[in-house]
């Protein structure tokens, strides 16, 4: 058995290691040092919450186009509540509102998916252009600096790492976990065991939105300022969430997603900082990451057909 998790990890650890390599390669002075390394892990964390909030959507075979949009209005509804409030105790008040804003949008998307019954694509593609509508007639949040200590080390890190235990908890222990893995992997023979699909698929909606509060409270801590997105520019936050879940499914069978999550998001991080210590052009930049998005989801697709046919 231990030399079999040894082997596991191992194979967890190629992935980043080779990305690592190739780049500490093409430029060791700029890119590898123990520094640069310690800020790509903490920088995994932001995208890594949001990820896990959507392993609880995705799981079901739905989909959620509006986090970024959520995390930007429930950065700007937690730092305006914190401001009126009063900076004593700030940053509860700014964790309730995020975390209490997140919720609330979850459960209107799950709400709307419910009662529309048309794809959870279109229904969040829909709303989430009405959360870029409400945080831009809301306008700009700006969080005082002494408030914004959990954008940095080691707070930042401190609840990263409580937000992985919690994730890891909620989707490998509990019944909600179980029912929402039995959904996805059909619904037909979950409804037969006496699953109440419907109520599964919001709790997994619900669910999302917590780790989504908890990623909209890091992300106005690490930048102190909120810019709400027009025209569907908020889509741009999905993406490297998105990259992390399918890297996270392409290593489901050496850890588990949660763990597989967050390996993913360091490794994108690693290949987006070695593009810029490379001086690749930005356009080269999405180009290079599109591709590497393509391969991911190709590799991910193939093992779920796998996992299907055994």
Do not use: H
Request: net charge positive; hydrophobic share 55%; glycine share 10%.
């Amino acid at each position: 058995m231990n030399k079999g998790l040894g082997k596991k990890i191992l194979t967890v650890l190629v992935l980043p290691c080779a990305v690592y390599v190739i780049f500490y390669v093409l430029q060791p002075k700029r890119f590898g040092s123990l520094q640069t390394l310690y800020i790509m892990f903490q920088q995994a964390f932001l995208p890594s919450i949001s990820a896990w909030g959507l392993c609880f959507v995705m799981t079901l075979g739905l989909y959620d186009l509006s986090i970024g949009a959520i995390i930007i209005l429930s950065a700007i509804v937690g730092t305006n509540l914190t401001l009126f409030i009063g900076t004593s105790f700030g940053y509860i008040w700014l964790f309730i509102g995020c975390l209490a804003t997140a919720v609330v949008l979850e459960l209107i998307n799950a709400t709307g998916y419910n009662f529309l019954k048309i794809p959870s694509m279109i229904v969040t593609i829909g709303l989430m252009i009405l959360y870029e509508t409400v945080a831009n007639f809301m306008g700009n949040a700006v969080l005082p600096y002494e408030l914004s200590i959990f954008g940095r080390a080691p707070y930042n890190i401190i609840v990263g790492l409580i937000t992985l235990i919690i994730a890891y908890l909620l989707y490998n222990r509990t019944q909600i976990g179980m029912q929402i893995k039995a959904v996805g992997g059909s619904e037909i023979i979950a409804r037969n065991a006496g699953v109440d699909v419907q109520r599964v698929k919001m709790y997994g909606f619900l669910l999302c939105g917590v780790f989504l509060g908890i990623a909209s409270f890091l992300s106005v801590s690490y930048g102190g300022v909120i810019i709400p997105s027009t025209r569907m520019s908020s889509i741009l936050r999905l993406f490297p969430p998105l990259m992390g879940y399918f890297i996270g499914i392409a290593l489901k069978k050496v850890c588990n997603i949660i763990i597989g999550v967050f390996v993913g998001e360091i490794v994108i991080i690693m290949v987006v900082t070695g593009m810029v210590t490379m001086g690749v052009p930005t356009t080269y930049q999405q180009v290079i990451t599109g591709l590497f998005l393509l391969a991911v989801v190709g590799i991910a697709i193939k093992a779920k057909k796998d996992e299907v046919v055994k």
